[in-house]
């Protein structure tokens, strides 16, 4: 499944990215920012993104409304440490996946995989 992963910490962008092409999944962008997630995703067409939400520039939200923009249905999941209500009411109303900072990463791949099954059921 071709994957973006987007996140302004380094380390976070690595071991996400790794750990998916691990498991299977083609990582065709990395971007620090969502306005580099964007470009990348309108070149790409990745068929699930993830991404943290709290960024400088362009955060996470901003990726999410401008990919909704343009392809309602896609696969992202949001991976934030932010908890306030407002945040999660936001991601909600986009209907993303959403895991709080820190996540097990056994809860992480479950949601990855779930999405990877049901888009080869559905295409």
């Known amino acids: 499944m071709k994957t ?16 998916l ?11 620090k920012n969502g306005k580099m997630g964007f470009e990348i995703y309108q070149r790409q067409k ?9 960024m400088p520039d362009y955060d996470g939200l901003y990726l999410i409304g401008k990919i909704r ?8 999941i949001a991976v934030t440490g932010d908890i306030r ?11 993303v996946h959403i ?10 791949l479950k949601i990855c995989t779930s999405i990877k099954e049901n888009y080869v059921k559905t295409n």
């Open 21 to 31: 092409s691990l498991k299977g999944f083609e990582i065709v962008g990395r971007a």
């Open 99 to 108: 895991l709080f900072k820190p996540f097990e990463i056994k809860k992480f």
């Open 85 to 95: 209500d407002s945040t999660r009411i936001k991601l909600s109303e986009e209907n």
């Open 69 to 76: 923009q343009v392809s309602p249905n896609a696969n992202i």
């Open 46 to 54: 990745p068929e699930l993104v993830i991404t943290d939400i709290m």
């Open 4 to 19: 973006l992963v987007v996140d302004d910490d380094e380390d976070m962008l690595e071991v996400i990215s790794q750990y």
